[in-house]
């Protein structure tokens, strides 16, 4: 392969400019001509549809149906969510003309749904014997909210579900929120091997509308966050602003209390940039259209026959295997293409496998070359998949763990700032005077207040005398 359809930069040295090659030459994007937005290749569609498939069965565990609402949404709509939700206030794409006639009302092109969504819940809920209703959509939105794209991690257009549920008291909002953490939770370690740490927002970076805020976040190699997916406890604010109420089993008619969560592409990059080296993309196996290729090598037709033989044979004992049996191509070429694009394990035959039985099987995350029985290939190459994806989010987490780093004073948090990225634990006080005070001279934000930690003992604000109530994590975040 020739060096410019390699990757060129180097991880460690230029993160950014690496990760936009990972992600056009591994075959992942495209860019297009509409800015901020890029095309979906099949083999990130295919990542997205497996994450997709595997999340509908958890949420189908949950009670959660899946259902779809118009695009568009009326201008009404959306200023009705303005005039309740002070923060509320995104950059939408709007039409105002249909062919040669000016539209009577502007539509949204959907930056969210509760508006669309909600003007019908407050038709549907009448009594408690509606509730609760679960639903949730897998679409595409579009926000108009910045100036310089990154595929995937930012990008006018993306994919996601956004669920939007409706129940009689908010414990049971709360019951549903650990069950849809737990799911986002599963996909991100045992399905995408990302590390994360769960809990709960700040009042200061809580969704607009919501009572409560509780996120997965992630940390990138460059030190900083991001967060991940999270779900919103909306208590009756939503359903105050939209109208939505219900007659409960005295006849009392009350508020509803809901809930909102969304896990997006945004994961696909994080998972990208977690993983993959200056080699090119690294796919966790579970997520890999094609996790085994095999690359026939012979010299002449003689040899040929023999080895796409013995190919065929190894392919028809593993799962989602591909032989690549281009001609026009050496397999130095072969090698380093499959390499770019990730896949997790690749099979070389030669005429020297084809007398000896064995084959060799090379894996992707770390170059190691083994040579393995024919008759024992198919438990290898499982065994081998399950140990790739665990030795992935070991990595991760190691990096993650490595970098979360303890300040004990406020001049230590600014020092640790200044040197090294990632998360810092630091007691706070939970008033927003302080945390206002770091990010305007630090431009850190608590990411989160994680579960891991109990309540500090004996333990002052990082920025203030007041007694600790919260260790919490502080990061420069993407």
């Not at 969510?81 to 039409?95: D, Q, T």
Request: net charge negative; hydrophobic share 30%.
């Amino acid at each position: 392969m020739s060096k410019n359809l390699g990757i060129t930069t180097s991880k460690e040295e230029d993160v950014g400019e690496w990760y936009r090659e990972v992600v056009t030459k591994s075959d992942l994007t495209d860019y297009t001509s509409v800015s901020g937005c890029f095309v979906f290749k099949p083999l990130s569609y295919s990542i997205w549809t497996t994450i997709r498939k595997e999340m509908d069965k958890l949420f189908k565990d949950i009670g959660i149906e899946n259902a779809y609402f118009p695009l568009f949404i009326p201008d009404k709509l959306l200023e009705k969510e303005s005039e309740h939700f002070e923060g509320f206030n995104p950059e939408v794409a709007w039409v105002t003309r249909a062919g040669s006639s000016e539209l009577d009302e502007k539509l949204a092109v959907r930056p969210t749904s509760e508006a669309i969504m909600y003007d019908s819940y407050r038709n549907w809920v009448r009594s408690h014997r509606d509730l609760p209703m679960k639903l949730n959509q897998w679409n595409n939105v579009v926000r108009w909210e910045f100036k310089h794209a990154t595929p995937f991690l930012r990008t006018r257009e993306f994919l996601w579900q956004e669920g939007h549920c409706v129940y009689t008291s908010e414990e049971h909002v709360m019951e549903d929120c650990e069950k849809v953490m737990d799911s986002y939770q599963k996909i991100c370690e045992e399905y995408m091997a990302l590390p994360c740490v769960r809990g709960r927002k700040t009042d200061k970076e809580k969704f607009d509308g919501a009572v409560n805020t509780y996120s997965l976040e992630h940390l990138l190699p460059d030190g900083q966050a991001i967060q991940g997916p999270d779900y919103h406890n909306d208590g009756t604010n939503f359903a105050k602003a939209f109208d939505i109420k219900f007659t409960d089993e005295d006849g009392e008619e009350k508020y509803a209390y809901q809930s909102t969560f969304g896990f997006s592409t945004r994961q696909i990059g994080i998972m990208v940039m977690i993983h993959s080296d200056d080699r090119g993309l690294v796919i966790p196996p579970k997520l890999a259209p094609t996790k085994v290729v095999i690359v026939p090598i012979y010299q002449n037709e003689d040899e040929k026959e023999d080895v796409m033989s013995l190919s065929k044979e190894v392919s028809s004992y593993i799962k989602d295997c591909k032989i690549d049996d281009r001609d026009h191509k050496t397999p130095g070429w072969k090698f380093n293409e499959w390499e770019v694009k990730g896949v997790p394990l690749r099979i070389e035959i030669g005429s020297n496998e084809v007398d000896d039985g064995k084959v060799t099987v090379v894996r992707r995350d770390t170059g190691n070359k083994k040579s393995v029985d024919i008759n024992d290939i198919e438990g290898f190459v499982e065994n081998e998949l399950r140990e790739m994806h665990k030795d992935l989010f070991e990595a991760a987490e190691e990096f993650m763990e490595k970098n979360i780093r303890e300040a004990k004073n406020y001049e230590e948090l600014k020092e640790i700032l200044e040197n090294k990225m990632g998360f810092i634990k630091a007691p706070w006080c939970g008033k927003q005077a302080c945390e206002d005070t770091i990010k305007d001279e630090t431009t850190a934000k608590i990411t989160n207040i994680p579960f891991r930690y109990s309540k500090p003992e004996n333990k002052k604000c990082i920025r203030c005398d007041e007694d600790a109530e919260h260790w919490v994590h502080f990061a420069k975040s993407m």
